[in-house]
């Protein structure tokens, strides 16, 4: 039988993705029960303390074996973090560090759940790697781990035997994928369908909020950000906002990325596409209106785009996320789809 260990780590732990993640084992577990079959894993808790308490002692967990007593183990899966100082989270982490390169060397599988890949990151076993991660942390992920290649839209990577998973209740479909994995694709399909799980979802592209970068320092920049924001329908080239601001094309891109970490297009493209998606959440409005509205003139163009930063149509976002959309709307559709 394999061995799997779900971390406890030091500090304040997400106490549902460490409960969320044993229930989908155990269950699957019992499923190979059912078909007289043996269990794949045998499951484990394991921490660098007897007792780790959450949310101000209101819960707490008790590992069943501590780390340094796991000598083996075919796959571990990280919890995310509910400790809002990563850098300190880390620091009380050091022998989960160092265990988890050894375990790696060792040919142990891990598996990060969304800001538990900080802690996955800081082995530095992710370097060169793909990772994702919340989107609401991506920008710090990339500040303190810059050699890792952040996937913000993706709710899985599966690299080298590493795996990492996006944010908040989509670790649910990382489990869904470990299990049919090393179960099989009946045994995932039955865990979905009991925890009620779409195991077809392969993004978190449209859950994103775009926030537009500006704890940054380069004061021309800040202005040049300004000024996309309040002029989202105006005919401007790049050329000429770098103008405006007395720099050279090649020194303004430069100088864009390194504060905001998108090219002027590219962020002009998410201030656009954020504003549609508030209009099309929000509003009575109709595609094409909201089209103009944030300044585009082509629908296939703002499709285009759309559906590329938040993974659905604008017709679609409309339907799934505004609260007053009705069933007939859906099935009249839009001309501008």
Request: proline share 3%; net charge positive; charged share 25%.
């Amino acid at each position: 039988m394999k061995k799997l260990t779900i971390l406890i780590p030091a500090g304040h732990n997400n106490l549902s993705s460490v409960i969320g993640a044993y229930q989908f084992f155990l269950k699957a577990n019992d499923f190979c029960k059912t078909r007289e079959k043996k269990p794949v894993f045998d499951i484990q808790l394991a921490g660098v303390s007897k007792k780790v308490e959450l949310h101000d002692g209101l819960f707490s967990i008790r590992p069943h074996v501590l780390i340094r007593e796991v000598t083996h183990s075919d796959l571990v899966i990280i919890p995310a973090t509910a400790h809002f100082n990563i850098s300190k989270m880390i620091e009380l982490n050091k022998e989960i560090i160092d265990w988890l390169k050894k375990r790696y060397r060792q040919g142990t599988e891990l598996a990060s759940i969304c800001t538990g890949g900080f802690l996955l990151a800081a082995t530095g076993l992710l370097k060169g790697k793909n990772c994702s991660t919340h989107w609401n942390t991506a920008d710090m992920f990339r500040k303190m781990f810059p050699d890792v290649h952040v996937q913000t839209g993706a709710i899985i990577t599966d690299e080298q035997g590493i795996y990492t998973n996006g944010g908040a209740f989509s670790f649910l479909n990382l489990m869904l994928y470990l299990i049919e994995k090393n179960y099989d694709r009946e045994t995932a399909l039955y865990c979905a369908k009991t925890f009620q799980v779409d195991i077809d979802r392969v993004s978190q592209s449209p859950f994103t909020i775009f926030s537009a970068q500006k704890e940054h320092s380069d004061e021309a920049i800040s202005k040049a950000q300004a000024y996309i924001e309040d002029n989202l329908t105006g005919k401007f080239s790049m050329e000429d906002l770098a103008t405006r601001y007395a720099l050279s094309r090649r020194n303004f891109d430069r100088r864009f990325i390194k504060a905001t970490g998108n090219t002027p297009a590219e962020y002009l493209q998410r201030v656009r596409i954020e504003r549609a998606k508030k209009m099309l959440e929000s509003g009575p409005s109709n595609v094409s209106e909201v089209m103009y509205e944030v300044g585009y003139a082509d629908i296939k163009a703002f499709r285009g785009v759309f559906r590329k930063i938040t993974g659905l149509t604008p017709l679609d976002y409309r339907n799934k996320y505004n609260k007053n959309i009705t069933i007939f709307d859906q099935e009249i559709g839009d001309e501008y789809s």
